[in-house]
């Protein structure tokens, strides 16, 4: 194995930089560090003479974008670079430019990411202290739980800018990962367990300055690429739900002719019958489909797949029936009852086909390159 100072790039996106981002550099030549790739997100004129210091002095890479396009595109033009320019490097640290983060923590997450380039590698920070900022705090503790209950995703720290990741991991998956401003890092998580990537997560010392004012974080709207899976399942329920209704119906025309008056009486049950199995089972190969393909993004052909989802559905099916007579007997109304029963049912079946039913086969592991 070899030395993964020289073997890692660190990069390090800034906008408006100080002589914090100078002195963290400083920090980094001194302990060994050779490839320092240094992203200018448009920033004044005034302020890239801490770029040029960062150049000359220790030859550092500076990529430059004349206007501010966010830190994911600051972090992809890095990857960019490493991919076509530099590609016999093992991989890449991603540091804040804000002094956030210190050597002994960069180092170790270069170390671990030479070690497992399988993975992705997260410099956790820790939430205990009295001392962090409140809105900190709130970010970090509504992403965590939100990510968990709708991707199953559990890491501590999902907002955390010190990452560490292999050059097979940027090049299959992150470089190419959406996002552009901070939404990018968030989007990174979602794609690592989309794609069966092993997240580790290792400690790392907390540090606030000026009370954090200068975070970008937006707790509602940079979380939004999360919800947007919960809003497709929905989404794909309800339109299942309105095509079942118009099969319903339009099965109604066309068959009510073909049964003659002196038995229609006789065979109205049938009939009805007849329609809801056909208008169901088609609308359920409507949603099985698009929850596959759409919503969990499974391209498995495995048939055990339509299997277990439909072994879900007449379990929900039977699961609703009984609890709706046996549940909430206090309300009177079985309709309301229904109504309830059947919301948590839905919200765990999004778990359960998330977890089973359309839960994606682990890829095969890179290979550590030989030392």
Not at 79 to 95: D, H, K, Q, W
Not at 324 to 343: E, M, P, Q, W
Request: charged content about 20%; overall charge positive.
């Amino acid at each position: 194995m070899g030395n993964y100072k020289e073997d890692i790039a660190v990069i390090i996106p800034a906008l408006d930089p100080d002589n914090r981002m100078t002195a963290l550099v400083e920090q980094l030549h001194t302990a060994g560090f050779r490839n320092i790739i240094l992203v200018d997100d448009g920033s004044a004129l005034e302020n890239r003479i801490y770029f040029r210091e960062c150049k000359d002095k220790y030859g550092c890479k500076v990529i430059r974008h004349v206007v501010n396009f966010g830190k994911g595109m600051a972090l992809k033009s890095a990857f960019n670079y490493i991919l076509e320019s530099r590609p016999e490097l093992m991989g890449a640290v991603t540091v804040d430019c804000d002094g956030q983060h210190i050597l002994q923590d960069i180092d170790t997450c270069a170390r671990l990411t030479e070690e497992h380039p399988d993975s992705l590698i997260l410099g956790c920070r820790q939430f205990r202290e009295d001392n962090i900022p409140l809105r900190s705090r709130f970010g970090n503790r509504l992403t965590r739980q939100v990510i968990r209950l709708l991707c199953g995703i559990q890491v501590s720290d999902t907002q955390t800018g010190l990452r560490g990741l292999s050059t097979p991991l940027i090049r299959d998956y992150f470089a190419s990962t959406k996002g552009e401003r901070f939404e990018y890092e968030m989007n990174m998580l979602i794609a690592a367990r989309e794609n069966m990537i092993p997240i580790r997560e290792f400690p790392i010392a907390t540090i606030y300055l000026e009370n954090n004012e200068s975070s970008h974080f937006n707790p509602f709207l940079d979380s939004i690429r999360i919800y947007k899976v919960f809003l497709k399942f929905m989404l794909s329920s309800l339109s299942s739900f309105l095509i079942d209704i118009f099969l319903y119906w339009f099965f109604g025309v066309i068959l009510r002719p073909l049964v003659p008056d002196s038995i229609r009486i006789f065979d109205i049950s049938v009939l009805i019958l007849l329609r809801t199995v056909i208008s169901r089972l088609l609308s359920s190969l409507y949603n099985f489909l698009m929850n596959k393909n759409q919503v969990f993004k499974n391209d498995s052909k495995s048939p055990a797949i339509i299997v277990k989802y439909y072994t879900l559905c007449v379990v929900q099916l039977l699961l609703s029936a009984f609890l709706v007579n046996h549940l909430l007997g206090f309300i009177a109304y079985s309709t309301i009852r229904k109504c309830i029963i059947d919301t948590i049912l839905f919200a765990v079946s999004f778990q359960i086909q998330r977890e089973w039913v359309f839960k994606k086969e682990p890829k095969l592991t890179h290979q550590k390159r030989p030392g």
